[in-house]
């Protein structure tokens, strides 16, 4: 049966070769930017990140390979009795699951809004507000709302002041500085979405609307069993690639917090990049390795999820 | 602009009563959003221009009763703000130059040339493009510390000069070329260096326009890698010049402040005058 089934694809090769020339080699010089960027800068550093996490190298081994021991899971081990890497575990966790909703409602509340029988210009002039936030340096925005939120220089609170609420030192509290990087990174990203969100909704055909209509659904049901399923895959793609940043938020709390006030803002990136910075590089590729893999492991979860239902 | 305007005419005319009562909350709506978005870049910029003193001063001015540029000149003055931005702008333009070349040449393999592993490689293309930054870095620096290139440019710039979202948006560019007029250069005898560089890349303008533009965005945004990899105030670029002021001076918001914008202002300005490009990126490699 393989005989058969090869005999005509073999006869039929020379005629693809006189219309399309083989050239083959040049397509490798065209990729070859590419491939050796990808190995010598990702995949080789990927790898080579997951043998040092099971070494004891650190910043002084650079010059000396030969002083590097292997210590076997000894970093991961570790890793999960440190309690300022289980508190930024934790701390990730909590700001991936409560930033990630609160982005895309935005999002998805201002696309529909923008959706709304808004005319053009005013809608792009909107559009390009909402999305600035997105596009300019996370370090200066986090400078610029550290400011903002000072207990005595910033605004916020001399805003409270005025209508009488004693504003907390938001950022050196336990108790509001991550939530207060939660509503900043939502405040920064919902843009992004809401443009995502904004264009799937303008692809929706008019007929299933129409066909609602006819079927009397209300507005609320319209929304419910019209635009919501016709966005699911715009709002997959959001959630994804989201969670993805999300996981790995470090500039804020850097320069916010620099992770305190007793490690409530400290995230697994910036746990990682302290790490890095005491060079304690075998410590520090394991805990990259560990936050790799969950990131991985979650936007595979969550296609999974999102093609079934 | 006008072409615009007029339609915006033509909009509210056709709206029925009840969708004219309906946008009007969601005019209000956005507008309210709107003030959230905007009041700390406004307030930030403001403030800016006042002296330290008024800057802490309660009540709160919203314009500067006094005007002063001290900020920015203390900036450029004290913490070599000029040099981190001159490196910022170097950094930008080399990665910009670097990836319209690169990301184009390996978009147009993947678009329109057959070789073998291109589904596998283009693979690859999409792994990189899913790799945190974070998980990579310690690796990356002790390769970069090997080469010899910590604390230079090239040791900057090199793991970015083909990013994989601008390989993935010229693929899909290109794709859209007709196969019919690379045929026929072909027949003509044309080598692939001369089709690429004398019909593709020509035909690639407006791709081009949004690829540099979301480049430069990315590399002058940048913290992390430059942060890892410029050792000494000569080679900071802006965020990470800034990055270590604010630790340092942790209180002196005028300084501070004044280095947010001049971070901030140079790609809002872009921004505004090019958002097309922008938001056309995104929605274009977003969602395919």
Known sequence: MAVTLERPALKEKPSLKIRKPRNSWVAWIFVLPFVIVFVVFWAGPLLAGLGMSFTDMRSTDVRDPLAVDVVGVENYLRLFTDDLMRKAALNTLIFVVTTLPLTIALGLAAAVALNSGISRLPAAFFRLGYYTPYITSIIGIAVAWRFLLDPDAGPVNQFLAWIGIDGPAWLSDERTALPVIIVMTAWRSFGFDMVVLLAALQGIPKELYEAADIDGAGRWQRFRSVTVPMLKPALLFCTVYSSIGFAQFMEEPLV?????????????????????????????????????????????????????? | ???????????????????????????????????????????????????????????????????????????????????????????????????????????????????????????LVMVQMMVPAIVVMVPQFVLIAKLGLVNTFLGIVLPFIVAPLGIFMMRQFIADIPDELIQAARVDGAREFRIFFSIVLPLCRPALATLGLITFMTSWNNFLWPAVVAQSEDMYTLPVALAIFSNAQATQYGLLIAGAVVVVAPILLLFLFLQRYFVQGIASTGLK
Not at chain 1, 280 to 308: C, D, E, N, P, S
Not at chain 2, 47 to 74: C, D, H, M, V
Request: proline residues 4%.
């Open chain 2, 1 to 123: 602009m006008k072409r615009r305007a007029s339609s915006f005419k033509a909009d509210s005319g056709r709206e029925p009563r009840s969708a004219f009562g309906r946008s009007r909350l969601a005019y209000a709506l956005l507008t309210a959003g709107l003030l959230v978005v905007v009041f700390p870049f406004v307030w930030t910029m403001l403030a800016s221009f006042k002296p330290e003193g008024e800057i802490r001063q309660n009540p709160p001015t919203l314009l500067p009763a006094e005007w002063t540029t001290s900020n920015y000149t203390g900036l450029f003055e004290r913490m070599n703000m000029g040099t981190a931005f001159l490196n910022s702008a170097i950094v930008a333009i080399a990665l910009v130059v670097a990836n319209l070349l690169l990301c184009s040449m390996v978009g147009y393999a993947f678009a329109k040339l057959r070789f073998r592993f291109r589904n596998t490689l283009f693979g």
């Open chain 1, 256 to 309: 916010m917090t620099r992770g305190g006030p007793a490690g409530a803002t400290t995230s697994a990136s910036l746990a990682i990049y302290n790490q890095f910075g005491a060079g304690a590089y075998g410590y520090a590729g394991a805990a990259a390795t560990v936050l790799f893999t969950v990131i991985v492991a979650l936007a595979l979860l969550q296609f999974r999820i999102g093609r079934r239902s």
